[in-house]
């Protein structure tokens, strides 16, 4: 793909960041809300023209204190001062098994680079998502505007964020997590990341591995792994979890769908004519938006009963519980600028496109419409920020025992990619979550009492652990 010459001589701007040992101290202000009142924020300038929002979760033991924990609450795009603000509830901090992360770190969210209050933010044009676009172009007129598009979309990113945006992929962001470091003053970093946040704690590791005490990497992302398998990975994983959302309606009394067949009532409506009005916007959701807000709830179980309400709704001709709010807020920007970076399109021509939809088709006959993958794959078709960052081989090397989690019936992150992350890390351990949903940690009580027991101690689970 040709980049156009305005974003090529923009990458030619030196925005590399600054050396760590030239990072000032952090100047932390409390900024107290509702859900966290001791909450302190802060912001890092890491380089002539970015500067890093943070937001600390002071140790609530300060004398039996282990130092400070980064987080990433995934994405890409995930805002982790937001998350802090609201608790930390995005990292599972209200569950009990958490408390002592609580009592021995300072707990650290932090916003990447173009990311919610970092700055420059990725700000992208009102029409970056629209739903008379399908991400499965049906000819070779639908695909050249699905292109078109995609690369309007993407000039008008660059327009309205800078030249910032050719440098906001993960490679430079881990640069960013060393900057923290020093900033904190932390003699190594100690990480938890789920879904992209383990992308971005392996980076971290790749180039900086003798800085790391102890890292969690759950939900975990193999970005070795190129993407047109990455979204076969996806497509098979999410059919599979469509299909055990519908065994789960049929036994369960919290699904309103009991009693019916739920995946005949899905795939009614995914295939009603024209959509399905939204009251809320005013206008008809298509099949791959309400895919896409399926999808959603569908990847955390505890969601699961209020999906099954959301589709019944659906099937009756409100279709406001399966909007598809990711697609339509203002974060989506970061998450399609910044993976396009690291992941891009695979696809060469509409043939190639069309060809890999069948595949699509055949491996996930009710689920196809909306994976991560595809809406990655498909939005970063024409992108005219050149990719930064693409899946090659990745290799950890001389760091400290770094603790990788996959679930077993993981929609968004499949378990082999934990697998492959953890060969690509030597000296890694592998806990496999035998539950559903996205991460353990969100998901698992088992889970988390591992993930803390090791960032306590620094010591991994036995091998083989497996938590049911």
């Given at each position: 793909?040709?980049?156009?010459?305005?974003?090529?001589?923009?990458?030619?701007?030196?925005l590399s960041a600054l050396p760590a040992?030239?990072?000032?101290?952090?100047?932390?202000?409390?900024?107290?809300?509702?859900?966290?009142?001791?909450?302190?924020?802060?912001?890092l300038q890491v380089s002539g023209t970015v500067s890093i929002a943070l937001a600390k979760l002071p140790a609530t033991d300060p004398a039996r204190r282990v130092g400070s924990?980064?987080?990433?609450?995934?994405?890409?795009?995930?805002?982790?001062?937001?998350?802090?603000?609201?608790?930390?509830?995005?990292?599972?901090?209200?569950?009990?098994?958490?408390?002592?992360?609580?009592q021995r770190f300072d707990v650290i969210g932090f916003d990447p680079r173009g990311v919610g209050e970092s700055r420059p933010a990725i700000t992208c044009g009102p029409?970056?998502?629209?739903?008379?676009?399908?991400?499965?172009?049906?000819?070779?007129?639908?695909?050249?505007?699905?292109?078109?598009?995609?690369?309007?979309?993407?000039?008008?990113?660059?327009?309205?964020?800078?030249?910032?945006?050719?440098?906001?992929?993960?490679?430079?962001?881990?640069?960013?997590?060393?900057?923290?470091?020093?900033?904190?003053?932390?003699?190594k970093v100690n990480w938890l990341g789920v879904s992209y946040g383990s992308e971005l704690g392996a980076v971290y590791a790749e180039k900086y591995?003798?800085?790391?005490?102890?890292?969690?990497?759950?939900?975990?992302?193999?970005?070795?792994?190129?993407?047109?398998?990455?979204?076969?990975?996806?497509?098979?994983?999410?059919?599979?979890?469509?299909?055990?959302?519908?065994?789960?309606c049929t036994t369960s009394a919290d699904c309103v769908l009991r009693g019916k067949d739920a995946l005949s009532t899905y795939d009614k409506l995914m295939a009603t004519p024209g959509g399905v009005p939204s009251k809320q916007l005013g206008r008809n959701l298509t099949a791959e938006e309400m895919a896409s807000g399926f999808y959603g709830a569908l990847i955390i179980p505890a969601f699961w009963p209020e999906l099954a309400k959301a589709v019944e709704a659906a099937a009756a001709g409100n279709a406001d519980g399966l909007a598809p709010y990711s697609q339509l807020d203002p974060s989506y920007g970061a998450y399609r600028s910044i993976g396009c970076h690291d992941f891009g399109s695979p696809f060469t021509s509409y043939a190639d496109m069309r060809a890999m939809q069948g595949v699509v088709k055949t491996l996930a006959p009710h689920g196809?419409?909306?994976?991560?993958?595809?809406?990655?794959?498909?939005?970063?078709?024409?992108?005219?920020?050149?990719?930064?960052?693409?899946?090659?081989?990745?290799?950890?090397?001389g760091a400290a025992p770094i603790l990788v989690v996959g679930g077993e019936h993981d929609p968004a992150t499949p378990l082999v990619w934990a697998k492959g992350l953890a060969r690509n890390i030597e000296n890694s351990a592998l806990l496999v979550d035998a539950g559903y949903g996205h991460t353990g940690l969100l998901n698992s009580a088992?889970?988390?009492?591992?993930?803390?027991?090791?960032?306590?101690?620094?010591?991994?689970?036995?091998?083989?652990t497996v938590c049911r």
């Open positions: 793909m040709k980049a156009l010459a305005v974003v090529t001589a923009l990458t030619l701007l030196p040992s030239a990072a000032p101290r952090l100047d932390w202000k409390p900024c107290a809300t509702e859900y966290a009142p001791t909450l302190e924020c802060a912001n924990l980064l987080t990433n609450p995934g994405g890409p795009g995930g805002a982790g001062v937001t998350v802090l603000k609201y608790g930390g509830r995005g990292f599972a901090l209200d569950k009990p098994e958490m408390a002592e992360v609580r029409d970056l998502h629209d739903p008379a676009i399908s991400r499965f172009p049906k000819s070779r007129a639908d695909y050249d505007k699905l292109i078109a598009h995609n690369r309007a979309s993407g000039t008008e990113c660059l327009k309205r964020t800078g030249p910032e945006l050719s440098f906001v992929d993960t490679w430079h962001a881990a640069d960013d997590v060393e900057a923290i470091r020093v900033a904190l003053d932390e003699p591995p003798k800085r790391v005490r102890a890292m969690v990497l759950d939900g975990a992302i193999d970005h070795s792994r190129p993407t047109r398998l990455a979204v076969i990975d996806e497509t098979i994983a999410t059919e599979s979890a469509l299909k055990d959302f519908a065994k789960w196809w419409r909306y994976t991560e993958f595809w809406d990655m794959a498909s939005g970063c078709a024409g992108w005219p920020v050149p990719s930064a960052y693409l899946p090659r081989p990745q290799k950890v090397k088992c889970v988390r009492t591992e993930e803390v027991k090791y960032l306590v101690s620094g010591l991994t689970p036995a091998p083989g």
